[in-house]
C-alpha cells in the first residue's frame, strides 16, 4: 500500500515549489506534466511507499521544471507556464488534502513586491526618523574618522 508524503508548498514569480518531507528517500520517481504532478519514493529506514498525484492549479513547463532529493525531504521546482500569476493554491480543485499545507516560512506576497517593500522602507525610514536623539551617532570603536583598522575603502 502507498501512503502520500507530507508536502510543504509556496509560490513564486515564475515557479511553485513542493517540498516532499521524506527521510532517507530511495528510488525517487518525479513526473512533470503540463497540469499534473507526481511524486513517488520509498521513505525512512522501514522502506513505506509514498505516492503524490496532483491535478495542478495552473499550467508548468514540464522541461524547465526540476528536482533535488536531500537526506531529509525532495525538493520539486516546477516552472510556471504563464510567469507572473499567482497560484492562490497547488491543486485544481478546492479539496484539502490532508497531507500538504503552504509553506509559511517561505510564502511571499510577491505581486506587489516592489511597492510594497518601498512602503515598508518608507515607513521604517519614518520611524528611525521620529526616535530622535542626537543627530550624530556616538563614536563606538573609539578610532579616529578614516583611520580604522577595518575599512575595506583605503587606497592602496
Not at 502520500?4 to 528510488?27: L, M
Request: charged content about 35%; overall charge negative.
Amino acid at each position: 500500500m502507498r501512503h502520500p508524503a507530507t508536502a510543504k508548498w509556496y509560490d513564486r514569480r515564475d515557479y511553485v515549489f513542493i517540498e516532499f518531507c521524506v527521510e532517507d528517500s530511495k528510488d525517487v520517481t518525479v513526473n512533470f506534466e503540463t497540469a499534473k504532478f507526481g511524486f513517488s519514493c520509498l521513505g525512512g529506514t522501514d522502506n513505506v511507499k509514498h505516492l503524490n498525484e496532483i491535478d495542478l492549479f495552473g499550467a508548468i513547463d514540464q522541461n524547465e521544471s526540476k528536482h533535488r532529493r536531500t537526506d531529509r525531504s525532495v525538493l520539486c521546482c516546477l516552472r510556471k507556464a504563464e510567469s507572473g500569476k499567482a497560484w492562490p493554491r497547488l491543486t485544481k480543485e478546492k479539496a484539502k488534502l490532508n497531507w500538504l499545507s503552504v509553506d509559511f516560512n517561505n510564502w511571499k506576497d510577491w505581486e506587489d513586491d516592489s511597492d510594497e517593500e518601498l512602503s515598508n522602507f518608507d515607513r521604517f525610514s519614518e520611524m528611525m526618523n521620529s526616535m530622535g536623539g542626537d543627530d550624530e551617532l556616538p563614536d563606538l570603536d573609539g578610532a579616529e574618522d578614516g583611520e580604522s583598522a577595518d575599512s575595506d575603502d583605503e587606497s592602496k
